[in-house]
């Protein structure tokens, strides 16, 4: 399924790469006060009822990120939906430990992992 431009708009999106710490907390701290006044499911999107028309997508998540079991429901709701994702546990992670780590072994991991698929995904999407 290749997606068209105008669908581009239809809903929030963003393209995450490690960051420095506080650009990550500014972020997590703007997209916080935009979900609280527009809808929550921004700020959680597992908390979606609908997910048949948010584009591809990549992510992933450490072993003993807080977040991993809310990441996975959230994953296989996005493939209930036939929505096409990418998806890895590294075995280890806490959370945000691409960017408290950015060094370290898993992260690069990480960083290789979501570069080759969106790589991937630019072709066979866009």
């Known amino acids: 399924m290749k997606i068209k431009k105008n669908q581009i ?19 997590k701290r703007w997209f916080i006060q935009f979900a ?5 499911r921004y700020a959680a999107p597992a908390r979606c009822n609908d997910f048949s028309n948010l584009p591809p997508t990549i992510t992933y998540v450490g072993s003993a990120d807080p977040f991993l079991d809310e990441t996975v429901v959230y994953v296989e709701q996005l493939k209930k939906a036939g929505v096409s994702v990418e998806f890895k546990v590294f075995e280890g992670g806490f959370h945000a430990f691409d960017s408290l780590a950015p060094n370290a072994e898993i992260s690069k991991q990480a960083r290789s992992f979501f570069t080759q698929k969106y790589a991937e995904y630019v072709e066979r999407f866009f």
């Open 9 to 27: 708009d239809k809903s929030l999106r963003y393209i995450y790469f490690p960051g420095k710490l506080m650009s990550n907390l500014l972020r």
């Open 36 to 40: 609280q006044s527009t809808s929550k």
